[in-house]
């Protein structure tokens, strides 16, 4: 972690999956899955960018306050400790699960693609809030004149009109900033990583010598063969079929799925490779790494013979839904917009009498 170079997969997970002898030794091989080449790669220099966790200098934090990068490395150091003792036959520690959730629980936000997600919803809860703020016009009204005392009742009201069709349009534009896609990653782990450790199952899966599990760039895999919603996202626990997996050596993974918290071995085959390994590529947004290059350029043609399965293991985006209107007649299903990163979609959902009957908010409540 220290230095400018930032990783968002570990440089201890990446040296996991490097060549372990011979002239590349080493080395890990990256496989780009747009052009499907793969190359010898040293893990220092791969899955980082420059100063990818560094604050703005106003938000440093206070003295005695660990950084990101410092809090990132401490849950590294502890999970790793707990991967080692996994591999070696021993029951992980509670603090080892603790750590090991916590890394998993970062690890789905960190990345490009993690913090492009927090970047989106960020940005979507923003013009949202500001929309609805902007439907108060007595409230709007008195904060325009405040700032301007000469402004007139009807000045005030045309322009709160147009702020709010600059932000329908998208003419004004909300935008969320590095910082708070750094503060974000860490919102909210102190309600999921107990779950993560109480809730969940925990198997790591050994593989024989000579097998050979990939690494996304992700850096674990998201499959959900039954999603509670056709059109809902893949998440931990969206639904009681969901797995996470994390591989952590060409023979070793754990997999994680809802439970009640226990951890147990187990010993995997040949197609339970070949299902992760597939699920791995379907997970990874621009490349995956492998200990050989025969072993990446085999997946890269597993994965172009069987597209379909492909995409049935991609993980679908966290999603929003929002209701165009608002609708009061029981039975009717209502239709709702799905908001995700990679643009909307519309379904219909029939809602349970609790939440129809549940308090809205109003306009006036978010002054």
């Known amino acids: 972690m220290a230095g400018a170079s930032h990783h968002f997969l570990p440089h201890f997970l990446l040296r996991r999956f490097a060549v372990p002898d011979g002239a590349k030794k080493g080395h890990i091989y990256r496989l780009d899955l747009k052009s ?6 040293v893990p220092k220099t791969e899955a980082a960018k420059r100063h990818y966790y560094r604050l703005s200098v106003e938000l440093d934090a206070p003295d005695g306050m660990p950084s990101p990068e410092e809090l990132l490395a401490m849950i590294e150091n502890g999970a790793a400790c707990g991967i080692q003792r996994i591999e070696g036959g021993q029951q992980p520690t509670a603090q ?5 959730a916590f890394f998993v629980a970062l690890q789905v936000r960190r990345t490009p693609a993690g ?3 927090l970047r989106f919803m960020d940005e979507l809860v923003a013009k949202l809030t500001s929309e609805l703020k902007l439907q108060a016009p007595k409230q709007v009204h008195a904060m325009l004149m405040a ?5 007139t009742m009807e000045e005030a009201e045309a322009q709160r009109l147009e702020m709010l069709r600059d932000l329908e349009s998208g003419q004004l534009v909300v935008q969320s900033t590095p910082d708070r896609e750094i503060c974000l990653m860490f919102n909210g782990l102190d309600s999921i990583v107990p779950l993560l450790v109480s809730r969940f199952d925990w198997t790591a899966v050994s593989f024989p010598e000579g097998a050979t599990l990939v690494l996304p760039d992700t850096g674990l895999s998201r499959y959900d063969p039954t999603p509670t919603t056709p059109q809902g996202g893949t998440g931990f626990a969206s639904s009681p ?4 997996v994390m591989p952590v050596s060409p023979t070793l993974a754990l997999v994680i799925r809802p439970g009640s918290g226990r951890f147990a071995v187990a010993a995997g085959d040949e197609d339970d490779l070949a299902e992760l390994n597939l699920r791995s590529y379907a997970s990874s947004h621009a490349c995956l790494y492998a200990p050989s290059q025969e072993v990446a350029s085999d997946l890269r043609s597993a994965a172009k013979r069987n597209p379909v399965a492909i995409k049935e293991r991609t993980p679908a985006p966290e999603t929003m839904w929002i209701a165009d209107e608002a609708d ?3 039975g009717r299903r209502v239709e709702f917009v799905g908001h995700t990163v990679n643009g909307q979609k519309r379904a219909r959902f029939s809602v349970s009498p609790l939440a129809r009957g549940g308090q809205r908010i109003r306009p006036e409540d978010l002054w």
Do not use: C, F, I, K
């Not at 080892?96 to 090991?100: G, S, T, V």
């Not at 700032?147 to 402004?151: I, L, N, S, V």
């Not at 079929?241 to 996470?244: G, K, Q, V």
């Open 36 to 41: 499907g080449t793969s190359v010898a790669a």
């Open 96 to 100: 080892d699960r603790e750590y090991l």
């Open 115 to 117: 913090r492009a997600q």
């Open 147 to 151: 700032g301007e005392p000469t402004m």
């Open 241 to 244: 079929n969901a797995e996470t």
């Open 328 to 330: 009061d007649v029981p």
